[in-house]
């Protein structure tokens, strides 16, 4: 039974107050310097500061007791710390949990937590609101792209899941959200920015405290980006491929058209420390008739040659409207079978969160249409008034 938790985060900051939840140290030195501190005292601050919101998951600056009651005083003035709204919190039968964050108005991002991935479970963050790429087996691809995220609202997206599963401080054993993936709505490379200064707040030691080893981003091939991804943050590469040949894959990831796949490896190969420890993860949706064959499957070993890497098999998620199905899954268990004898790793994953429109390629802000829909009724009327004038 699908769960639907009413645990809606309102914003109660007062206008003109700043939310420091998320800042990196560098942007909350220069709030503390704006507030008047010198550069020594303020950066002494900003990672006191740091340390209550991302170390403790503090909400409060009346709890940050090494820091004097007058300046306390000044950041409840000018600043707070509490968490963007939750605008809607669903909870699967299989454990998946689905936040839908609003970030101001119009502004909505999703993001997925995931028990029993990665070393217990992960978090899937999303890096934009909507998407440019319009992968036609993806449901987030049908929502234009709104804006990118900030590093801040990436990182939000951490403290909120965090503080669901009560896991404060950072250096609580048994953790059960202890990977990132970046791969949630939207292209992260088209985000880089962000994307590099949210991974350095969230692999800080004194902060959130998850690795770099931990946190994966996924593209759908913006090539010339990738090498600069893993000098900028040192984080594991996933390649959203889906289709062996260039026919195909402009088919299901048009951005390939710009991209080929020739192009795409030849940027996987100079990825910064690939070998067996830090391998690629290639992500491969079944979809059943179109790239399901098991000559794909020897065409992706061809491929793969000379990579460090693994192959993630994603049972395709049905959304609704959705063109494609599922493979058997004999064939994706004989698709399994080619890659495992050819030496790489291939597990098939399993789909989480269907209940919810949580699953790999679900993802998409309901609120969008609901938007849309309620300005057409708007314009509608308007024009209807102006009709009867």
């Known amino acids: ?158 403290i909120i899941a965090r503080d669901a599963l009560s896991e404060w401080p950072s250096s609580i054993e048994e953790r059960r959200l202890t990977n990132i993936v970046f791969m949630g709505m939207g292209e992260p490379l088209y985000n880089l920015d962000n994307v590099a200064e949210a991974i350095d707040t969230i692999s800080d030691g004194d902060g959130i405290s998850i690795g770099r080893r931990r946190i994966t981003v996924s593209t759908a091939g913006v090539a010339p980006k990738i090498p600069e991804l893993g000098a900028r943050t040192g984080a594991m590469l996933a390649i959203s491929l889906h289709a062996t040949n260039d026919d195909l894959r402009n088919e299901l990831v048009p951005l390939n058209r710009k991209y080929d796949i020739q192009t795409l490896f030849e940027a996987i190969r100079a990825y910064p420390d690939l070998g067996n420890s830090k391998r690629v993860t290639f992500e491969y949706v079944m979809l059943k008739g179109v790239n399901d064959t098991l000559a794909e499957a020897r065409d992706l070993v061809k491929l793969m040659k000379g990579v460090p890497s693994k192959i993630n098999l994603i049972p395709f998620n049905p959304w609704p409207g959705s063109p494609y199905e599922c493979s058997d899954w004999e064939t994706i268990e004989a698709f399994a079978e080619v890659l495992n004898r050819a030496g790489f790793a291939s597990p098939i994953r399993t789909p989480r969160g269907r209940d919810i429109l949580a699953a790999c390629g679900q993802l998409r802000s309901e609120s969008v249409k609901v938007r849309a829909s309620e300005l057409r009724k708007q314009q509608l009327a308007a024009e209807d008034s102006k009709g009867q004038t």
């Open 1 to 158: 039974m699908t769960v639907t938790l009413d645990l809606s985060r309102r914003n109660n900051a007062l206008p003109g107050k700043k939310r420091l939840t998320g800042l990196s140290v560098p942007a909350l030195k220069k709030e503390m310097e704006a507030l008047g501190l010198e550069p020594k005292a303020a950066n002494m601050r900003a990672r006191q500061i740091r340390r209550w919101i991302h170390h403790f998951g503090a909400t409060d600056f009346a709890a940050m007791t090494d820091i004097a009651k007058d300046l306390r005083a000044q950041l409840a003035e000018r600043f707070e710390v509490e968490r963007p709204e939750t605008a809607d919190h669903q909870v699967s039968r299989d454990g998946t949990q689905k936040w839908l964050t609003r970030y101001a108005p119009g502004i909505e991002g999703e993001s997925v937590y995931i028990p029993d991935v990665g070393k217990a479970g992960a978090l899937c963050v999303s890096s934009q609101v909507g998407c440019t790429l319009n992968c036609t087996f993806c449901h987030t691809g049908t929502q234009a792209l709104v804006r990118n995220l900030t590093a801040q609202e990436i990182v939000q997206q951490v």
